[in-house]
Nanobody, 126 residues
């Protein structure tokens, strides 16, 4: 079993930066992809970014240039650096983990991730 724990959320203002962290524990296997999703109130959970062991980082088109995902494999950790935050970035941010998948697009779907953290709230005020 794998457990994921996010941290780093909080209340910030428009234009601020925030760095989220996620650490995996338990039976963490090699060749994994770690990703970030987010869910705003009343909306579906959406893909933010993913970093797989066999691919370059990939981002939601709307977030490219502002968000940066990185990993520290020695710590089984993934990070999300969020810059120039906007009110519409307000959401609960979730970390997810899966064995590496065959296609890039497969990483965009929540259905392909068996392991999830509980989420961390990010609130961006005007």
């Amino acid at each position: 079993q794998v457990e994921l724990a996010e941290s780093g959320g909080g209340l910030v203002q428009v234009g601020d930066s925030l760095r989220l962290s996620c650490t995996a524990s338990g039976n963490v296997f090699s060749s994994t992809a770690m990703a970030w999703f987010r869910q705003a109130p009343g909306q579906e959970r959406e893909f933010v970014a993913v970093l797989a062991s066999n691919r370059n980082a990939d981002y939601a088109d709307s977030l490219k240039g502002r968000f940066v995902i990185s990993r520290d494999n020695s710590k089984n950790a993934v990070y999300l650096q969020m810059n120039s935050l906007k009110v519409e970035d307000t959401a609960v941010y979730y970390c997810a983990l899966v064995r590496t998948l065959a296609s890039r697009r497969a990483y965009y779907s929540t259905y392909n991730y068996p392991y999830w953290g509980r989420g961390t709230q990010v609130t961006v005020s005007p």
